[in-house]
């Protein structure tokens, strides 16, 4: 591990908040999801940002666990029709789903950073 990028900045607190993982002042994403080139306080570059599916694997289990216990309880309680389960249950569900997955992203990114982790190559390259 290089200690010189180690950064004093927590990484789910920088990635939550959406800055630089290395100075925590620049920010991280340019757009909604899209990752910036680099920093503009520190000058980090960006390019090892790869956060690939992880943050919507882990928002579609954590948020389905939700919708589907919620939705259960109140069928077994309330016994609404159907159109109403849509009705709650469906913006609920895109809700937290857009919620979730900047700071998800960010946090993944910001770890991916603290880590040095890179995409995996063979012995030979």
């Not at 909604?32 to 690939?52: I, N, W």
């Amino acid at each position: 591990m290089n200690f010189e990028t180690i950064s004093p900045i927590s990484p789910v607190l920088a990635g939550v908040v959406g800055r630089c993982p290395r100075c925590g002042k620049g920010p991280l994403f340019s757009g909604f999801l899209s990752v910036a080139q680099s920093c503009e306080a520190c000058r980090l570059d960006y390019g090892f940002a790869d956060s690939g599916d992880g943050p919507a694997v882990f928002i579609m289990l954590f948020v389905g666990f939700i919708v589907v216990a919620a939705g259960i309880s109140v069928e077994i309680i309330y016994e609404p029709p159907y159109w109403l389960h849509a009705l709650l249950w469906l913006p609920l569900t895109i809700i937290l789903s857009l919620g979730l997955l900047r700071p998800f992203k960010g946090v993944f990114l910001a770890l991916q950073y603290r880590h040095e982790a890179r995409e995996g190559r063979l012995s030979g390259d």
